[in-house]
T-cell receptor, first 115, second 109 residues
């Protein structure tokens, strides 16, 4: 069974540019999460999808961030325009029915550097 | 606000036992998880405690005291491959996870 995959693994962009990150969850996992870790700090929750619906987007920092999950499969996270403070590692995680499980499966992350 | 506190770094020698503590302050609590992350890798699930007490999985054990808002991860018979970052995470009332800042464990030969 394939794990959670993320693309790209690294991205270096200039301030003001746009970047789109992609996450492919484990097949059959309805729940998909985006997190971000800024160097040395906590893994911070950004948002949670259940299928194609946004269940909780309380962690999204501002309206420069847009997440989508069309068709309830893969998800994209777009940052437009990027700012220096957006640099960090963006993780995606997926899980099965939350009433039955507590384990999240993480992808390897996308390291975003904004210069 | 919601927060989890854990030590930033712990160092121990091979074969030793190490305990990584986690105290939390969150609105709602369903359980406490622990994740391991090697440099450049994905965080991987280690354990989950919903009820008070000790859960043992091989060399790793995890403890929870809900009345004290406290838990710990115990690693026994340390091996070099255990060198990694360890995160505690609380599953809050909305099913999302609040993570700590991580503890970097260094295992020395």
């Amino acid at each position: 069974e394939a794990g959670v995959t993320q693309f790209p693994s690294h991205s270096v962009i200039e301030k003001g540019q746009t970047v789109t990150l992609r996450c492919d969850p484990i097949s059959g996992h309805d729940n998909l999460y985006w997190y971000r870790r800024v160097m040395g700090k906590e893994i911070k929750f950004l948002l949670h999808f259940v299928k194609e619906s946004k269940q909780d987007e309380s962690g999204m920092p501002n309206n420069r961030f847009l997440a989508e999950r069309t068709g309830g499969t893969y998800s994209t996270l777009k940052v437009q325009p990027a700012e220096l403070e957006d640099s960090g590692v963006y993780f995606c995680a997926s899980s099965q029915d939350l009433r039955l499980t507590y384990e999240q499966y993480f992808g390897p992350g996308t390291r975003l550097t904004v210069t | 606000g919601q927060s989890l506190e854990q030590p930033s770094e712990v160092t121990a020698v091979e074969g030793a036992i190490v305990q990584i503590n986690c105290t939390y302050q969150t609105s709602g609590f369903y359980g406490l998880s622990w994740y391991q992350q090697h440099d450049g890798g994905a965080p991987t699930f280690l354990s989950y405690n919903a009820l008070d007490g000790l859960e043992e999985t091989g060399r790793f054990s995890s403890f929870l005291s809900r009345s004290d808002s406290y838990g710990y991860l115990l690693l026994q018979e340390l091996q070099m491959k255990d060198s990694a970052s360890y995160f505690c995470a609380v599953r809050d009332g909305t099913y999302k996870y609040i993570f700590g800042t991580g503890t970097r464990l260094k295992v020395l030969a």
